[in-house]
């Protein structure tokens, strides 16, 4: 019933209370004879907390120069940092307003010239075919360009 459950639950608990204390225990024992053993030998855990900071040391040296073993990146941080100017293969606005100014809308790097053509390379239009949609009016062979015609009827 309701009593035998609870006396079950009680040995439980005092079971886990005494496997948690049984392991409080163990720990305390470990750190007090970690503590005599500092205490006992003071010169040793010095020179081990020494040796752990230069190597601490070391190795953020050897990062920030670039000569970590791991290397990251493809050239050191110093390196980088040595150039005069970090902006220098970079496109800036004010180089592409001079050269949108200058005519170069594409952006490309060469301005775009155009050349007259000498006139015996220019090619010339075929007059045997008519145009599409035009009529010669006038009867001079240009049946684009017609010739005003004077209706003096008016």
């Not at 050239?75 to 970090?86: A, F, G, M």
């Amino acid at each position: 019933t309701v009593l035998e459950s609870t006396d079950d639950l009680k040995d439980k608990i005092g079971d886990i209370a005494k496997d948690i204390g049984s392991k409080v225990k163990d720990k305390a024992e470990d750190f007090v004879d970690k503590a005599k053993e500092v205490i006992s030998n003071p010169q040793e855990t010095l020179e081990s907390v020494t040796e752990k900071a230069k190597e601490i040391d070391q190795k953020l040296k050897d990062a920030v120069s670039g000569n970590a073993a791991d290397k990251f990146a493809d050239t050191p941080v110093t390196d980088r940092l040595e150039k005069t100017n970090l902006m220098e293969d970079t496109d800036d606005f004010f180089s592409k307003a001079e050269r949108y100014a200058e005519g170069n809308y594409s952006m490309e790097e060469e301005k775009l010239t155009l050349k007259k053509l000498p006139k015996d390379q220019i090619p010339k239009a075929d007059s045997s075919t008519p145009v599409p949609g035009f009529e010669d009016m006038d009867g001079d062979g240009d049946e684009i360009v017609d010739d005003a015609i004077i209706d003096d009827d008016e």
